[in-house]
């Protein structure tokens, strides 16, 4: 069974950053592609990032494209999402998730598995 943890959420100001990460256990990560997604508030889950199972190609929504940027570690079967210059619409549980066959993708309906979420809040 694959797991996946998310950290690195917190309070931070407009303007501020911070840095995700999500540690995967029980599968084959090396071979997955990976994305992150968000949900705030009273709204549908989005598209944020994702990365492919190699880290050679990346894909972003343009409301963060320029301020945040995937990457994934496969010796620490790891992604990370660094996040700049935040705004307070980026206020939402950020979630990672994983897609089996290596297919890059920004369906959250195409990823097989989900971490907990963190929470990200972005004080104005």
């Known amino acids: 069974q694959v797991q996946l943890v998310e950290s690195g959420g917190g309070l931070v100001q407009a303007g501020g950053s911070l840095r995700l990460s999500c540690a995967a256990s029980?599968?084959?990560?090396?071979?997955?592609?990976m994305g992150w997604f968000r949900q705030a508030p009273g709204k549908e889950r989005e598209f944020a990032a994702a990365i492919s199972w190699s880290g050679a190609r990346t894909y972003y929504a343009d409301s963060v494209k320029g301020r945040f940027t995937i990457s994934r570690d496969n010796a620490k079967t790891t992604v990370y999402l660094q996040m700049n210059s935040l705004k307070p619409e980026d206020t939402a549980v950020y979630y990672c998730?994983?897609?089996?066959?290596?297919?890059?993708?920004?369906?959250?309906?195409?990823?097989?598995?989900w971490g907990q979420g963190t929470q990200v809040t972005v004080s104005s």
């Open positions: 029980g599968g084959t990560f090396r071979s997955y592609a």
């Open positions: 998730a994983a897609e089996r066959n290596g297919v890059t993708t920004t369906n959250a309906s195409e990823y097989d598995y």
